[in-house]
Nanobody
Framework: QVQLVESGGGLVQAGGSLRLSCAASGRTLSSYAMGWFRQAPGKEREFVAA????????YYEDSVKGRFTISRDNAKNTLYLQMNSLKPEDTAVYAC?????????????????WGQGTQVTVSS
C-alpha cells in the first residue's frame, strides 16, 4: 500500500504560480496511475489532472488545460502539479491520488489511495 503526502500549497495572487508535490512511500510511484483532485468549500471533489503509469500520457480538466502541468519523477518517487496563471476559482484543497488497479480513470472512484491534501488560495 502506498502512502501519499502533498506539499507546496499556499497563498498566491491571481496570475501567480505554485508547484505542488506529492511524495510517495511504501510502494514505488511507478506502480500507479496518478491523479490530482481538488475540493473547494461547499463543492464536491473534482478531477484536475492525471498521468498514466507507464507511457506518461496526461489528462486535464478543461479549465486548467494550458495552465497546469502534471508530471512524475519515478526516481524521486514524487508526483508534481505545476500551476501557472492561477485564478481565484482555482482556490481549493488539492489532493493527489493513486490508482491501485490496471487501466486508467479520471473519476474520484477510480482512485484507491489518497493524500491528506494541501490548501491553495488564490487572491484577486
Amino acid at each position: 500500500q502506498v502512502q501519499l503526502v502533498e506539499s507546496g500549497g499556499g497563498l498566491v495572487q491571481a496570475g501567480g504560480s505554485l508547484r505542488l508535490s506529492c511524495a510517495a512511500s511504501g510502494r514505488t510511484l511507478s506502480s500507479y496511475a496518478m491523479g490530482w483532485f481538488r475540493q473547494a468549500p461547499g463543492k464536491e471533489r473534482e478531477f484536475v489532472a492525471a498521468i498514466r503509469r507507464t507511457v506518461g500520457i496526461t489528462y486535464y480538466e478543461d479549465s486548467v488545460k494550458g495552465r497546469f502541468t502534471i508530471s512524475r519523477d519515478n526516481a524521486k518517487n514524487t508526483l508534481y502539479l505545476q500551476m501557472n496563471s492561477l485564478k481565484p476559482e482555482d482556490t481549493a484543497v488539492y489532493a493527489c491520488a493513486a490508482r491501485g488497479r490496471s487501466g486508467m480513470g479520471l473519476g474520484v472512484a477510480d482512485y484507491d489511495y489518497w493524500g491528506q491534501g494541501t490548501q491553495v488560495t488564490v487572491s484577486s
